[in-house]
């Protein structure tokens, strides 16, 4: 059938939007993973103790805790394509004064660690837009789809990165691979100029806090449900972040010594099945979310559980790739869900809200799990990981249960 011209011409400008987002911002996560390994390996390099790697490591968190909430109200009152252009042109510009005051000899631990501060506070101001305006480029029934896509892209840009990176650094001086870094930002940014424009239709902005508040009391009033899940799953990623972060490969280290490849096996089959996990999830449109969601905890909190009750290189390799496509299914329908939650309004809010409670778990969970450990040592952190995990997923899959049977007639 022969779709009108103006259905026709709606139709590939969606699809030129979408393909320039997803370009756009897999040049950027490449260019912010060539620059983690030169900043990681300059700070080893350079710096005189772990305490001064660990200081300018840590110092790329604090953004996504300090600007996230000014970053979604940003992506809900102005527009959305100016702010992603704009923000790659200036990470460009972090980039150009950082390799001049590397070239006119200024400490290299010093320029990288206040670069990569600035270049995180762009990206942890600008994420929650990027995120939200993935609706506005797609049809509602291929949101599950373009979000896999994108998910997927980032894991790819994510493996791809440190490998690169490596052998870049092994070629090359680094000034050299900062100025390939400023090329892709600004790669990013020509490319993000397809994205659509969009006539500015919204109403009075309003204060930050007062956007906010209409947020929260939206949230609480109508979507009561979606926020005990976003609840339960914030209890889930305090109970299992610093595990998968900090436990496997130090667990994986003290079993076998001598196997230092294994650590690396271990992530990348988790990355690659990753991957796997966020295409998957592009074909779930049609299964029920929530059950999905828990279903996939489930899956998640036996695969961690294995790590310390297997011994055999194989099935915790095994382990690995259950655990990464697991995982990727929950971070896929979460952002799905989010997406669904609000309105154009309040998206940008919403996922620069949840985007500071996810981190803050990150962080109490890595404080949580260096205290388990230090009592009852590495096994007890998967265990006690895993036991809060499944019960959590079986509250929420209880609770899905019970939504379920009040709404049928």
Same mark, same amino acid.
């Given at each position: 059938?022969?779709?009108?011209? $103006?259905?026709?011409?709606?139709?590939?400008?969606?699809?030129?939007?979408?393909?320039?987002?997803l370009l756009g911002r897999f040049l950027a996560v490449f260019a912010a993973g060539l620059f983690d390994i030169t900043l990681?390996? *300059?700070?080893?390099? &350079?710096?005189?103790?772990?305490?001064?790697?660990?200081?300018?490591?840590?110092?790329?968190?604090?953004? +996504?805790?300090? @600007?996230?909430?000014?970053?979604?109200?940003?992506?809900?009152?102005?527009?959305?394509?100016?702010?992603?252009?704009?923000?790659?042109?200036?990470?460009?510009?972090?980039?150009?004064?950082?390799?001049?005051? *590397?070239?006119?000899?200024?400490?290299?631990?010093?320029?990288?660690?206040?670069?990569? @501060?600035?270049?995180?506070?762009?990206?942890?101001?600008?994420?929650?837009?990027?995120?939200?305006?993935?609706?506005?480029?797609? !049809?509602?029934?291929?949101?599950?789809?373009?979000?896999?896509?994108?998910? &997927?892209?980032?894991?790819? /840009?994510?493996?791809?990165?440190?490998?690169?990176?490596?052998? /870049?650094?092994?070629? +090359?001086?680094? %000034?050299?691979?900062?100025?390939?870094?400023?090329?892709? @930002?600004?790669?990013?940014?020509?490319?993000?100029?397809?994205?659509?424009?969009?006539?500015?239709?919204?109403?009075?902005?309003?204060?930050? $806090?007062?956007?906010?508040?209409?947020?929260?009391?939206?949230?609480?009033?109508?979507?009561?449900? +979606?926020?005990?899940?976003?609840?339960?799953?914030?209890?889930?990623?305090?109970?299992?972040?610093?595990?998968?972060?900090?436990?496997?490969?130090?667990?994986?280290?003290?079993?076998?010594?001598?196997?230092?490849?294994?650590?690396?096996?271990?992530?990348?089959?988790?990355?690659? !099945?990753?991957?796997?996990?966020?295409?998957?999830?592009?074909?779930?449109?049609?299964?029920?979310?929530?059950?999905?969601?828990?279903?996939?905890?489930?899956?998640?909190?036996?695969?961690?559980?294995?790590?310390?009750? %297997?011994?055999?290189?194989?099935?915790?390799? %095994?382990? /690995?790739?259950?655990?990464?496509?697991?995982?990727?299914?929950?971070?896929?329908?979460?952002?799905?869900?989010?997406?669904?939650?609000?309105?154009?309004?309040?998206?940008?809010?919403?996922?620069?809200?949840?985007?500071?409670?996810?981190?803050?778990?990150?962080?109490?969970?890595?404080?949580?799990?260096?205290?388990?450990?230090?009592? @009852?040592?590495?096994?007890?952190?998967?265990?006690?990981?895993?036991?809060?995990?499944? +019960?959590?997923?079986?509250?929420?899959?209880? *609770?899905?249960?019970?939504?379920?049977?009040?709404?049928?007639?």
């Amino acid at each position: 059938m022969t779709l009108p011209p $103006i259905q026709f011409i709606r139709r590939v400008r969606v699809s030129g939007g979408m393909t320039a987002l997803l370009l756009g911002r897999f040049l950027a996560v490449f260019a912010a993973g060539l620059f983690d390994i030169t900043l990681l390996w *300059l700070a080893i390099d &350079t710096a005189d103790n772990i305490e001064t790697v660990a200081l300018v490591l840590g110092l790329r968190l604090l953004p +996504f805790i300090i @600007f996230g909430l000014f970053g979604g109200w940003l992506g809900d009152n102005l527009d959305r394509r100016a702010i992603i252009i704009v923000a790659y042109v200036v990470r460009v510009a972090i980039i150009a004064i950082g390799m001049a005051a *590397l070239f006119y000899g200024a400490s290299a631990i010093a320029v990288l660690g206040v670069t990569g @501060f600035l270049l995180t506070a762009i990206r942890s101001i600008t994420s929650p837009t990027i995120r939200a305006i993935i609706p506005q480029l797609c !049809s509602a029934p291929h949101l599950h789809r373009a979000v896999s896509t994108f998910e &997927t892209l980032d894991y790819a /840009a994510t493996i791809i990165a440190p490998v690169v990176g490596g052998l /870049a650094l092994a070629a +090359f001086p680094p %000034l050299v691979i900062l100025a390939i870094i400023a090329a892709l @930002f600004l790669g990013a940014a020509i490319i993000s100029l397809a994205l659509p424009r969009r006539p500015d239709t919204r109403r009075t902005r309003a204060p930050l $806090i007062n956007d906010y508040g209409s947020l929260l009391v939206f949230m609480l009033r109508r979507r009561a449900a +979606f926020v005990v899940c976003m609840a339960l799953n914030t209890l889930a990623i305090v109970a299992v972040s610093g595990a998968e972060l900090l436990m496997i490969p130090m667990h994986t280290d003290n079993m076998f010594p001598d196997d230092p490849a294994l650590l690396g096996a271990i992530l990348s089959l988790m990355a690659l !099945s990753g991957m796997l996990g966020a295409l998957t999830t592009g074909l779930m449109r049609s299964w029920p979310q929530q059950t999905t969601l828990y279903t996939a905890w489930v899956v998640y909190g036996l695969s961690l559980a294995s790590f310390a009750l %297997l011994e055999r290189q194989a099935t915790i390799l %095994l382990a /690995a790739v259950a655990l990464g496509y697991s995982g990727a299914i929950v971070d896929t329908l979460l952002m799905v869900m989010m997406q669904r939650a609000v309105s154009g309004r309040h998206r940008a809010k919403l996922l620069g809200l949840m985007s500071i409670v996810f981190n803050f778990g990150d962080v109490t969970s890595l404080w949580m799990t260096a205290l388990v450990a230090s009592a @009852f040592g590495y096994p007890a952190v998967f265990l006690l990981a895993a036991a809060i995990t499944l +019960f959590i997923a079986g509250s929420g899959l209880w *609770l899905t249960r019970q939504e379920v049977a009040r709404a049928s007639p």
